[in-house]
């Protein structure tokens, strides 16, 4: 579908991951009007056909390329608002009007992309015209019992490695939202193991106290022990999965959609089962941790902008940048089609760090 | 004249047609001061020399390339209002203030274009430094006893052959301008012969009734019988021609200003002679006729957002669409110097549609 | 330093001058904050160190490629706002919070440029990571009794060579500023005396009467013979010196730093020894002088935007065009190093022109 694919950018090219899965919106967001979402930089119209099902095209009518978004669903139909062709949800077209003859033809299509919806969001797999042989990734504890679900949806002018590496960062935490979270002054030595495998790294912290900051004194007062593991799932999911004490089992997981190069949205969904009712939590912990993206936000674009300057990415790291080498390692091997066949661990490192 | 060309953007080829003529203003916009207009992304500046001549030259001094249009006229010299050199009509430099020898050389003239004025616009030919052998588009019936004259200048965000086609094509009125003009609801069969000549194209209905849309009732309360031309001139003419019933006659003049890849103007002239008197026709028909625009305005502007963000045009058709495809032949064969000698019908074409 | 430096961009040869010192800011506008300058394309950040001393880094931390300037001064260092990365003033990075090993590394280092900081000004050498062996300009008579010292930043769109030349042009003041400072009506016949030196180019003008513009009558109502130098330094010092009867003695200095190829800074000092005294003559002479800033700017821009629009310059001349081309050719020859070795007088011309 060559014709239907944007020309390459002066992208990185990480960003080549089309055989995947990606959150387009929430569900809650397409209902009668079609919506149109950029991924990858490539545009789409997403609609409801007459059964309810969300379907994704590419956004431009292949008549004369006006946006398929701008134009309305009728009869489960997508109808261009140029000229009216119509279009079911797999791109066939089944109506010119004016035309005598039939209108569905080969050249008349448009581009289609499969669609999964669950959990409360719609994913598309960016391949067009493809039956995907894998699923999109399923957000842990949404329906278990005694599990507070909270989303945000959010957004930053950054590449989907710079997210992901800010995400799953542990050093700028102290620095950056010092105080907040981590704090800058008391640090204490502990481990990290990191294990890589085929599709996801996962980093591991071991004797990590409870953080210092106000969100954890909440969750735990007395203290008590962390666990503490970071995880990066091919191709955009982060997960921070912390337990504190016995009563706190917290999971923040952002599946990131790249829209373009410098831009990528995180739909960011937390469960959470702790000793503090949610009702209680929710308004204290939501603005800090609000607070805490928007303070993300500020240095990413900065990064991008920079990086922009400059034309390239030119980064130096330590042992202590845990994890975004790795992701940038399963990226490159995923865009490559150079993924190891087992599941088993290809790597692993064990690293002191001060937190 | 290479290096007063701008150099070639990622244009299509259909843009390269300089030895033609073009609107730049109407006559009426230039007076004392000089005019700066853009033509096929060429800068040009427009004055009148102490004839009153209309002149055109690139606006760019050829001293320090400050735009001409900068300056100010002066004893019917184009004087640069950075160091004052002076320009004739022709762009011969005629004074460099301070300097003790002759200004006029080689080095120091402004590229000149030809112009004619006539019916009230001034049309420049956009080779410059040439003496042309064709004369401009004329507007018929502007001076035809019975017949109104309207005169509105238009502009949208697309290509010449973006607003040339669009202008021209009859299935999308009943749709985008649905209820206005056409109904999408009724429609009827009628035949359409396009025949191609040397340096036009043209299309004849036959067999189609009066539309159904408020402007045509008012027009033809009684039906009757309708006449339909809608044509096409190298390099950028449009014309839709009506004959409504035997008291109506109504002819669309549209001359296409191509300013640069994605900008089109379209000095537009109606000329009618219609059984309901002008002075109650005018402000009942062009508020709808603008509102039509206003709707083609936004999706064409959306077509060449959507043409750019693909990087290129990737357009399927039907046999209703009639005369973009001619268009599009005919201004790759002017661009190509590959027009035929002769003016007779080198193809035609007899289709049904749904009208 | 080949990944510090950004991409070539549109850019003319002339603004690869980096062996040369330019402003890049005031003394007083660097405090305890860090301060960000773009020279030559190139984002800089400056600090004060824990004496007090000026220092120059590159503006992108070689971690994560946040800008520097985003931090702050702590004990001297400057620390990234990402992480906490600190560096001194040569770039050595000192602290890596949360790192157990040695921070400093070599691919952990910022790159550093050279600072003098003199009369008031931050000077910085842009070869990173050099030693420079010549020094920064000095402005004349800034400490010579008698002499009152007005200072201005100005700033233009416009390449260095384009500020460079306006600024030291005869010709357009009594056109683009006619009346203030020469006339356009009056004129006389002037000789002007062109020596081009090894790094250095000289205008002298002979048998100037005193301008006819308010400026000059107020300094000199009798009239008197007039002294007049116009000086450019390499790569970017421009100079006028007057003098106008036996009283006044006037020298303008612009000190230029070009920004990117489209935007320039010029560091105004004016130095005068004059009958009437300094508090009398700034408040009428500021205002006119800014004003004829104001003018230049216009048509500096405009002048930028033709030859962006057209793609690059296409000047002609002529002789009265006095010190422009050999502006280009020094900083031709410059960014060629083929300065040649001596500093006698390489060209002389002798030439008349009307003032």
Redesign the interface.
């Known amino acids: 579908m060559s014709?239907?694919t944007?020309?390459p950018s002066a992208a990185s090219p990480m960003y080549r991951l089309h055989p995947y899965w990606y959150i387009a919106c929430r569900s809650s967001e397409l209902r009668a009007e079609p919506v149109a979402r950029t991924i990858l930089g490539i545009?789409l119209v997403l609609f409801r056909d007459e059964t309810g099902s969300a379907k994704a095209l590419v956004?431009?009518c292949?008549?004369?390329?006006?946006?398929l978004s701008?134009g309305k669903v009728s009869d489960g139909k997508l109808v261009c608002?140029?000229?009216?062709w119509a279009f079911d949800g797999e791109g066939a077209c089944r109506d010119?009007?004016?035309?005598?003859?039939e209108?569905n033809?080969r050249?008349?299509c448009a581009s289609s992309h499969a669609i999964v919806e669950q959990q409360g969001y719609i994913w598309v797999f960016m391949s067009a015209g493809v039956t995907p042989e894998s699923k999109p990734f399923e957000f842990p504890h949404m329906d278990t019992k005694g599990y507070t679900v909270v989303r945000r949806d959010l957004e930053a002018e950054c590449s989907l490695h710079?997210m992901a590496?800010n995400a799953l960062?542990?050093?700028?935490t102290?620095?950056?939202h010092g105080g907040l979270f981590r704090s800058?002054s008391v640090?204490n030595?502990i481990q990290a193991v990191i294990q890589r495998f085929r599709d996801h790294v996962e980093a591991e912290y071991i004797g990590e106290p409870r953080p210092t900051g106000i969100a954890a004194r909440l969750l735990s007062p007395s203290g008590g022990v962390v666990t503490h593991f970071d995880r990066f799932f091919l191709p955009s999911i982060i997960q921070v999965e912390y337990r504190i004490g016995d009563e706190n089992h917290i999971v923040l997981n952002g599946a990131c959609t790249p829209v373009s190069e410098t831009h990528t949205r995180m739909f960011a969904v937390v469960t959470a089962n702790t000793r503090v009712p949610a009702w209680l939590l929710k308004p204290i912990l939501l603005p800090i941790g609000l607070h805490i993206f928007g303070q993300d936000q500020v240095?990413l674009r900065?990064?991008t902008?920079?990086?922009q300057?400059?034309?390239e990415?030119?980064?130096?790291?330590?042992?202590?940048?845990l994890l975004g080498r790795h992701i940038q390692r399963l990226l490159r091997l995923a865009e490559a089609g150079q993924l190891p066949d087992s599941d088993e661990v290809v790597a692993t490192r064990d690293i002191?760090?001060?937190?």
Chains 1, 2, 3 share one sequence.
């Open positions: 014709a239907n944007p020309p545009p956004d431009r292949p008549h004369r390329n006006v946006p701008f608002g140029y000229h009216g010119v009007p004016g035309f005598t003859g209108p033809h050249t008349r710079a590496e960062d542990v050093p700028h102290a620095f950056l800058e640090r030595p240095v900065l990064q902008q920079t990086i300057t400059f034309g990415e030119d980064f130096a790291s330590t042992e202590i940048d002191t760090m001060m937190v």
